[in-house]
């Protein structure tokens, strides 16, 4: 019976004078995720609302699972229009509602009604009370309830009525594309996929790169980043994926740095890396997966060894997480199964016996003067091997 949906968001509402702009991106967002939905759908905004109208026959649970997607939208409400041809109408129109969304009657209900429309002859206090009597008439089994209802009957009075009692919860977040744009360092683990969802939740674009290590690494842990990526891609819009060969660097790092320094000496050459290329992209900043102590190249005196060599801010959504944490928001967005495949990434291929936990960011400086005669032309070569993919999950 439903042939259009009310769009709910939460953060747009406070905004200013430049509310419509995220009103703008977010109803952009929700056409884009509607275009892989069989059917054609109108969106449009009007007087704080936005609205979805179905204007062919569609699949309703495959459009409120794409909905669900499009960060922005705290609730999905599927709505019923109705033609204002009186109250009598009206009356009928919404037991006929109550009647086909509600089998079961043995409910407590609550009439909750808005007249946008100002000549409308009823006020909305007068609404809920009439209202609620024919349905009370009409299904003597149900009661009101004013506090707690079972069922929140709303009643919308504009150019035509809206009738709906149903939200279901959205997202959130900010529409994507508002924030600006950001790299993601994105491996074949379970957090840097997450770290990247939370980011674009907030509104950020998303940007990738993955560092490839042939042959210590196959073209299935390649590939396992793309399926990650493409599974981000369903939430933050086409990822910009760049896959950069890496292993000279490491081989490099491997054979003229102490081997308990490699991780940290390693994942400085990657930030360095990646915020080359976040730099000839536009992005605002670096997003990683890390969070504090989780492996030693985490520690705080870690990150701040890491850090030491960006000048982009660098962004860590997951930085008080507990792994169980990151772990249930990984099964919420459908990264984790793929996560888990035994596809090595070229961070556990080199990682040392007993890596440094504290490391002294001046020793690491000094140790990485070992690396002069012939760095700078491999990071040079590293990025020549950039192969950029457009991702999508399209």
Same mark, same amino acid.
């Given at each position: 019976?439903?042939?259009?949906?009310?769009?709910?968001?939460?953060?747009?509402?406070?905004?200013?004078?430049?509310?419509?702009?995220?009103?703008?991106? !977010?109803?952009?967002?929700?056409?884009?995720?509607?275009?892989?939905?069989?059917?054609?759908?109108?969106?449009?905004?009007?007087?704080?609302? &936005?609205?979805?109208?179905?204007?062919?026959?569609?699949?309703?649970?495959?459009?409120?699972?794409?909905?669900?997607?499009?960060?922005?939208?705290?609730?999905?409400? %599927?709505?019923?229009?109705?033609? @204002?041809?009186?109250?009598?109408?009206?009356?009928? @129109?919404?037991?006929?509602?109550?009647?086909?969304? $509600?089998?079961?009657?043995?409910?407590?209900?609550?009439?909750?009604?808005?007249?946008? +429309?100002?000549?409308? =002859?009823?006020?909305?206090?007068?609404?809920?009370?009439?209202?609620?009597?024919?349905?009370?008439?009409?299904? %003597?089994?149900?009661?009101?309830?004013?506090?707690?209802?079972?069922? !929140? !009957?709303?009643?919308?009075?504009?150019?035509?009525?809206?009738?709906?009692?149903?939200?279901?919860?959205?997202?959130?977040?900010?529409?994507?594309?508002?924030?600006?744009?950001?790299?993601?360092?994105?491996?074949?683990?379970?957090?840097? =996929?997450? #770290?990247?969802?939370?980011?674009?939740?907030?509104?950020?674009?998303?940007? #990738?790169?993955?560092?490839?290590?042939? =042959?210590?690494?196959?073209?299935?842990?390649? *590939?396992?980043? &793309?399926?990650?990526?493409?599974?981000?891609? +369903?939430?933050?819009?086409?990822?910009?994926?760049?896959?950069?060969?890496?292993? @000279?660097?490491?081989?490099?790092?491997?054979?003229?740095?102490?081997?308990?320094? !490699?991780? &940290?000496?390693?994942?400085?050459?990657?930030? +360095?890396?990646?915020?080359?290329?976040?730099?000839?992209?536009?992005?605002?900043?670096?997003?990683?997966?890390?969070?504090?102590? *989780?492996?030693?190249? *985490?520690?705080?005196?870690?990150?701040?060894?890491?850090?030491?060599?960006?000048?982009?801010?660098? $962004?860590?959504?997951?930085?008080?997480?507990?792994? *169980?944490? &990151?772990?249930?928001?990984?099964?919420?967005?459908?990264? $984790?199964?793929?996560?888990?495949?035994?596809?090595?990434?070229?961070?556990?291929?080199?990682?040392?016996?007993? %890596?440094?936990?504290? =490391?002294?960011?001046?020793?690491?400086?000094?140790?990485?003067?070992?690396?002069?005669?012939?760095? @700078?032309?491999?990071?040079?070569?590293?990025?020549?091997?950039?192969?950029?993919?457009?991702?999508?999950?399209?």
């Amino acid at each position: 019976m439903f042939k259009a949906f009310l769009i709910k968001y939460a953060e747009i509402g406070v905004k200013g004078k430049n509310r419509y702009l995220f009103e703008e991106a !977010l109803a952009g967002q929700i056409k884009y995720a509607l275009k892989k939905c069989e059917g054609e759908f109108q969106v449009r905004r009007t007087q704080g609302r &936005i609205y979805v109208d179905a204007l062919t026959e569609f699949d309703f649970e495959e459009t409120v699972t794409h909905l669900q997607r499009v960060f922005g939208i705290s609730g999905i409400c %599927p709505v019923v229009y109705v033609e @204002d041809e009186g109250f009598e109408k009206l009356c009928r @129109d919404v037991n006929d509602y109550i009647a086909e969304v $509600y089998p079961d009657k043995n409910k407590t209900f609550k009439v909750q009604a808005r007249r946008a +429309r100002k000549n409308y =002859p009823k006020d909305s206090m007068t609404i809920n009370a009439d209202v609620g009597e024919a349905v009370l008439a009409a299904y %003597p089994s149900m009661h009101v309830d004013v506090h707690k209802p079972d069922i !929140l !009957l709303n009643i919308e009075v504009r150019e035509k009525i809206y009738i709906y009692s149903e939200t279901i919860p959205g997202p959130g977040g900010m529409p994507v594309g508002t924030g600006g744009k950001a790299m993601l360092l994105l491996s074949g683990g379970i957090d840097s =996929p997450v #770290a990247g969802y939370m980011i674009a939740k907030r509104g950020v674009k998303i940007d #990738a790169v993955y560092f490839n290590a042939p =042959p210590y690494t196959s073209e299935r842990a390649k *590939q396992k980043v &793309i399926d990650l990526a493409k599974i981000v891609s +369903r939430y933050a819009g086409p990822v910009y994926l760049h896959i950069i060969n890496f292993t @000279d660097i490491q081989l490099y790092i491997y054979e003229k740095c102490p081997h308990e320094e !490699l991780t &940290i000496i390693m994942r400085r050459y990657m930030m +360095r890396i990646a915020e080359r290329i976040a730099q000839e992209t536009e992005c605002l900043g670096l997003i990683t997966g890390e969070s504090i102590g *989780q492996v030693a190249s *985490q520690t705080m005196h870690s990150l701040a060894a890491t850090n030491e060599v960006c000048t982009l801010p660098v $962004y860590r959504p997951l930085i008080g997480f507990d792994k *169980q944490e &990151i772990v249930q928001v990984s099964e919420k967005i459908g990264t $984790y199964e793929t996560s888990i495949l035994p596809y090595e990434d070229c961070c556990t291929i080199f990682v040392a016996k007993h %890596p440094v936990t504290k =490391p002294n960011v001046s020793i690491i400086r000094r140790h990485e003067e070992n690396l002069a005669e012939k760095i @700078d032309e491999l990071v040079e070569n590293a990025l020549k091997t950039d192969e950029l993919l457009i991702v999508s999950d399209d």
